[in-house]
């Protein structure tokens, strides 16, 4: 019982960062700053609701349990949490090299593009 | 000799989990395939033989330490990203900017730690790594403050154990 309630929580608490890194991807106001929605809400609405399921295998709703599946959902969860952030970083980069100009705010600075024109 | 024994343990529980099957044949399997990629690549794994055993512990039982702490950070910057998305007031405090600093951190994997873990952390992510700087993308004026060396620290006091003589990699 205690953890269904947890499974469910997790999985639901998961679909509500997705849901805000999804509407982060809309509104924020270029690529840099959307990869902030993208890269770090999938990454933690994953790992929850991969968890959730991971604990439904625990217990399922009739009272049997699957270990093995168990396992392989937290081998999931390591894979994530290793490639997800990787991938961000990748993308940043590949958009930065590719020339795609940053918006900077009123108090900024870019720090990559004031030591990129030194010779 | 122990260091080629932990890679088989290591390979062998990977085995078990992901084929699911415990019966001798498929066992039987797993142990041959195991020992024969700890023959041939063992040296692939743990590149450092000299750190003894006990010191590899004490550092996996500081990363799980540390990974627990990482965790609590990506929650707390998945809700800030949440707060910054769906509240049109806080839209305002968008003002991103790509800023630098330098680490003390020396060797690759002790970077690549830092990098996913600034990626992971409330509003920064890492764009590059030249040498020894890091060209982070922050989101808000906040959020690049935040990057006070606290998690560079951490990673360090991971890895940070007097050397015993001789040992240096």
């Given at each position: 019982?205690i953890?269904?309630?947890?499974?469910?929580?997790l999985i639901?608490a998961g679909?509500v960062?997705?849901?805000g890194?999804?509407?982060?991807?809309?509104?924020?106001?270029?690529f840099y700053?959307?990869?902030?929605?993208?890269?770090?809400?999938d990454?933690?609405?994953n790992?929850?609701?991969?968890?959730?399921?991971?604990?439904?295998e625990l217990?399922?709703?009739?009272?049997?349990?699957?270990?093995i599946?168990?396992c392989?959902?937290?081998?999931i969860?390591?894979?994530?949490?290793?490639?997800?952030?990787?991938?961000?970083?990748?993308?940043?980069d590949?958009?930065y090299?590719?020339g795609?100009?940053?918006v900077i705010?009123?108090?900024?600075?870019?720090?990559?593009?004031?030591?990129?024109k030194?010779? | 000799?122990?260091?080629?024994?932990?890679?088989f343990?290591?390979?062998?529980?990977?085995w078990l989990?992901f084929?699911?099957l415990?019966?001798?044949?498929?066992?039987?399997l797993?142990?041959?395939?195991?020992?024969?990629v700890t023959?041939i690549?063992?040296?692939?794994?743990?590149?450092?033989?000299?750190?003894?055993?006990?010191?590899?512990?004490?550092?996996?039982?500081?990363?799980?330490?540390y990974?627990?702490w990482?965790l609590?950070?990506?929650?707390?910057?998945?809700?800030?990203?949440?707060?910054?998305?769906?509240?049109?007031?806080?839209?305002k405090?968008?003002?991103p900017?790509?800023?630098?600093?330098?680490?003390?951190?020396k060797?690759?994997?002790?970077?690549?730690?830092?990098?996913n873990?600034?990626?992971?952390?409330?509003?920064?992510?890492?764009v590059?790594?030249?040498?020894?700087?890091?060209?982070?993308?922050?989101?808000?004026?906040h959020?690049?403050?935040?990057?006070?060396g606290?998690?560079?620290?951490?990673?360090?006091?991971?890895?940070?154990?007097?050397?015993?003589?001789?040992?240096?990699?």
């Amino acid at each position: 019982m205690i953890l269904d309630i947890i499974a469910i929580l997790l999985i639901v608490a998961g679909l509500v960062f997705f849901l805000g890194a999804a509407v982060g991807l809309v509104r924020f106001p270029d690529f840099y700053s959307r990869m902030h929605a993208a890269g770090k809400g999938d990454t933690l609405s994953n790992l929850l609701v991969v968890l959730g399921f991971a604990i439904h295998e625990l217990r399922h709703f009739d009272g049997s349990a699957d270990v093995i599946v168990f396992c392989k959902l937290l081998a999931i969860c390591a894979f994530i949490m290793l490639t997800s952030p990787t991938a961000t970083h990748a993308l940043m980069d590949a958009g930065y090299e590719d020339g795609i100009e940053p918006v900077i705010g009123e108090d900024g600075e870019n720090a990559l593009a004031a030591d990129r024109k030194k010779p | 000799m122990l260091y080629r024994l932990l890679i088989f343990a290591l390979l062998m529980a990977t085995w078990l989990v992901f084929s699911g099957l415990f019966d001798a044949f498929h066992t039987t399997l797993g142990i041959l395939s195991a020992a024969f990629v700890t023959w041939i690549s063992s040296d692939l794994l743990f590149a450092d033989r000299k750190t003894t055993l006990s010191r590899r512990i004490r550092q996996a039982g500081r990363m799980v330490h540390y990974l627990l702490w990482l965790l609590w950070q990506v929650v707390l910057s998945n809700i800030d990203i949440l707060r910054l998305a769906l509240s049109p007031s806080r839209m305002k405090e968008v003002q991103p900017r790509i800023v630098k600093f330098h680490t003390g951190l020396k060797s690759d994997f002790e970077k690549f730690m830092l990098a996913n873990s600034i990626t992971l952390t409330p509003g920064t992510i890492t764009v590059k790594i030249l040498g020894d700087a890091f060209y982070v993308h922050a989101i808000s004026k906040h959020a690049a403050d935040g990057l006070d060396g606290e998690m560079e620290r951490r990673i360090a006091a991971i890895f940070a154990e007097p050397e015993p003589k001789g040992a240096e990699n």
